[in-house]
């Protein structure tokens, strides 16, 4: 049986991939429970900077969820699909939109139901030309589970989500660009190395002023301003007695490029 991800350290970008083509990568509880395995390795590994999540295949990133075992679960009742279902999907993308290294989707196809909730909790998102996006759900007879009521009318705005929530209407990348869904659209042989190429402006950087930076505007996005505020300020002071802080600014008095320690 082959993994369901697959993760290629390569330059400081991990490379990781949803790896059930024959299923439109899927997602089921055996990947999306290796996916929070894989992260957490990325997460000790220093050597990692940041993080591309993509598809195999030339079909889709992910079509959603695997819903022949989602079907079980609601069978077993509301208890067991809550507990299999809901708390592990949310966890994921909980996990990604925490991430203190940056996430970068590279949306490959279809990005329907839980391929769309990672690509709103991801930091970043590049598409293809070829990618397609959905919210369909509600052609189930449910609400999205993996946190799409929530992220996505705070990319898009109220109106413009419930629209694609209460039709469950594919829409375009280009749509998807106008939304805030995604950050770029790309030919599709060009989708890696644009990704990649996002991802090589972000390491070299301080991996501390990264993720800081990430921490501040995950936190604070849904806080007063006052309480975001505090939380910037918190970023700031546990960057203070760094290495790479006295680096930074003599870099910058020198007229020199910085080199980062991550210390």
């Known amino acids: 049986m ?10 400081g970008v991990a490379l990781i991939t949803l790896n059930r083509p024959d299923k439109l990568n899927a997602l089921n509880y055996a990947l999306i429970d290796r996916l929070m395995a894989v992260l957490d390795a990325i997460e000790a590994d220093t050597t990692a900077r940041a993080v591309i999540l993509t598809g195999a295949g030339e079909r889709a990133f992910s079509a959603g969820a695997d819903i022949h075992e989602f079907a079980g679960s609601v069978r077993r009742g509301r208890d067991t699909a809550i507990r299999d279902f809901v708390r592990r999907g949310q966890a994921m993308t909980a ?5 203190r290294k940056p996430v970068i989707a590279a949306i490959n196809g ?7 909730e990672i690509t709103e909790a991801v930091h970043l998102a590049v598409a293809s030309e070829r990618a397609r996006f959905a919210k369909p759900e509600i052609n189930l007879g449910m609400p999205p589970t993996f946190g799409g009521t929530q992220r996505l009318p705070r990319l898009a705005g109220r109106k413009r989500a419930l629209e694609l929530l209460l039709t469950g209407d594919p829409f375009s990348p280009a749509r998807a660009l106008e939304i805030g869904l995604v950050n770029s659209v790309v030919p599709h042989d060009a989708l890696l190395p644009a990704a990649r190429e996002l991802a090589g402006r972000i390491v070299r950087h301080s991996p501390l002023a990264v993720g800081s930076i990430i921490t501040a505007v995950t936190r604070g996005l849904n806080m007063a301003i006052a309480e975001g505020l505090q939380v910037e300020s ?5 960057v203070v007695p760094t290495g790479d802080l006295g680096e930074g600014i003599a870099a910058w008095i020198g007229s020199r490029p910085p080199a980062y320690t991550g210390r």
């Open 2 to 11: 082959s993994d369901p991800i697959l993760l290629v350290v390569n330059d």
């Open 95 to 99: 996990r990604l939109e925490a991430f």
């Open 110 to 116: 279809l990005a329907f139901g839980g391929g769309c």
């Open 234 to 238: 918190e970023q700031f002071a546990a």
